[in-house]
């Protein structure tokens, strides 16, 4: 018999290390109106995790909430087990996550050079080698260090924004919408470039507006709405979950 026969003993199943874990958070803005209701989810290591749902839904106040930009009234969120709830985000930076937001997500008058070396302010060795990292991921930034980023279009802000994190070499990064704005060749373009960074080993939970395209790149999928995680599963079951697709994406994607 040899050792491919069917009697060998399977290797043990990979066991998923949850990275990211949000616990039944409840958070909000204004006293008293909750934003964020009883909501959960968990990123595993090494795991695309995409988020959907409506205007509104809270899919942005959860990026916040687990980046310390937006105060949790319940429950608990983890990193590595550790809690992180209401940690400040320079904390969570020292701690390896990563947040670009939707957003106002450069320094206008600063250049992309100068934006992506603001990225590095805690940690100003090694800069060349994140430069060289980033620039590998999105070369058209190469030839335009010396640019204002006030200058450039809304897709380039993107990607400045998305070095910009990558410069702390994060091992979590939180997207916001990374193909916001964009016209459909470029969102293809993008959602292949965070693609890239997550092979890399970054565990990755983003925010898409473009639901179906979202959920046929990520491992697995969140649909937020009113504030509560309201179905999880792979990319492809969310796609193929009739609920889903009558309340999320009749409209949406393509
Ligand atoms: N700074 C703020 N102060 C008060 N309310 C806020 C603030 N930011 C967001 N909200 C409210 O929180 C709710 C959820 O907003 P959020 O930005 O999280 O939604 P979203 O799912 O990201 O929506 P979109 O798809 O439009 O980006 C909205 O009703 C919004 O008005
Ligand atoms: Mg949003």
Redesign the pocket.
Known sequence: MTSSSPMAPEAPASVATPVVEVRNVTAG??PG?N?LNSCSLVANDGELIGII??????????L?AIFGLVKVRDGDIRLRGEVITNLKANKLVAQGVGFVP?TNNVFPSLTIQENLEMGMFQKPKGVKERLEFVTEIFPELRKRLGQRAGSLSGGERQMVAMSRALMMGPHVLLL??PSAGLSPVRQDEAFLRVKEINKAGVTTIM?E?NARRCLQICDRGYV?DQGKDAYTGTGRELLNDPKVIGLYLGTLGD
């Open positions: 803005y204004l109106v934003i749902g409506p205007n509104g839904a809270g899919k942005s106040t959860l916040k939707q916001d919408e925010v507006q937020l």
